[in-house]
């Protein structure tokens, strides 16, 4: 990795959130329109909205081209994108041997992985 360049770690960064929106954006807008042309007709109540989401049930619902599995993943994929971007960072932080930065990039990836995961807010 001796030609792994600051500029070549920008673009690959920026390559990454740009297919990460493109890629989230495109699942959501395809869910919704499914999920239109299947209950378009029918008027939900929202006066009480809960919403139990876990992995399993967005893949169960995906193998059933279910609309708001294919919604939960577009969001997953959205969510996930800034941490993939900062993952990206701490690689390459830890490829120019900096250790500061890349103890401080990996600290707060871990709070946010533990955020995510946890259903607890930072």
């Known amino acids: 990795m001796k030609n792994f360049t600051d500029k070549a770690l920008q673009v690959l960064i920026g390559r ?10 495109s699942l959501i807008l395809v869910g919704g329109i499914t999920y239109l042309a299947q ?3 029918h008027h939900s ?3 009480y909205f ?4 876990s992995i399993s049930s967005i893949l169960h619902g995906l193998t059933h081209f279910e609309a708001l599995s294919i919604i939960y ?3 997953a994929i959205l969510i996930g994108t800034p941490v993939l971007r900062v993952a990206l960072s701490a690689l390459g932080f830890a490829l120019e041997k900096d250790v500061l930065y890349t103890a401080i990039t990996l600290i707060v ?3 946010i992985l533990f955020s995510v995961l946890s259903g607890h807010p930072a």
Do not use: D, V
């Open 109 to 111: 990836l871990m709070i």
């Open 73 to 75: 993943l577009g969001t």
């Open 50 to 53: 809960t919403a139990k989401i």
């Open 39 to 41: 209950n378009g007709e």
């Open 45 to 47: 109540n929202y006066e």
């Open 16 to 25: 990454a959130l740009r297919a990460g929106i493109i890629i989230s954006i």
